[in-house]
C-alpha cells in the first residue's frame, strides 16, 4: 500500500478515536497537539482507545493528511472515520459539550 491516501484512510478506519499529530500521546512536540491530549484526556478518552498518528515520522502522512481531510493544519481529530477538526475546533466543541457527543463519553 504505497499511495499514501490509502495509508491514511486505513489509519483513520483502524480505530474509532484517531489523533494525526506531531509526537504521541505522552510528548506531544507542539503546543497544539498537547492542547488537542488534553482535550481528549478531558474528554474521559481511554488512552488505549486513542491512536495517535506522529505526523514527524512520516512525510507523506504529514503532507497526505492535508490533502486527505482537506485541513491545512495538524493536529486532525478523526472519530469513528469522520473528520472532527483540529485542536481549534475541539476546543470550541469541549466547551459546548459537542465533542463528549460525537465521542460518546463521559467528561473526567
Not at 486532525?76 to 472515520?81: M, N, S, W
Request: some cysteine; aromatic content about 8%; charged content about 20%.
Amino acid at each position: 500500500m504505497s499511495d499514501p491516501q490509502q495509508r491514511i484512510d486505513t489509519l483513520v478506519k483502524s480505530s474509532d478515536v484517531v489523533l494525526f499529530m506531531k509526537g504521541n500521546a505522552s510528548f506531544p512536540m507542539c503546543g497544539f497537539s498537547g492542547r488537542a491530549i488534553q482535550i481528549l484526556k478531558a474528554c474521559g478518552v481511554d488512552a488505549k482507545a486513542l491512536k495517535t498518528v506522529n505526523v514527524l515520522e512520516d512525510e507523506e502522512i504529514r503532507q497526505g493528511i492535508k490533502e486527505y481531510s482537506n485541513w491545512p493544519t495538524i493536529p486532525q481529530l478523526y472519530v469513528k472515520g469522520e473528520f472532527v477538526g483540529g485542536s481549534d475546533i475541539m476546543m470550541e466543541m469541549y466547551e459546548s459539550g459537542e465533542l463528549l457527543q460525537v465521542l460518546g463519553t463521559q467528561a473526567s
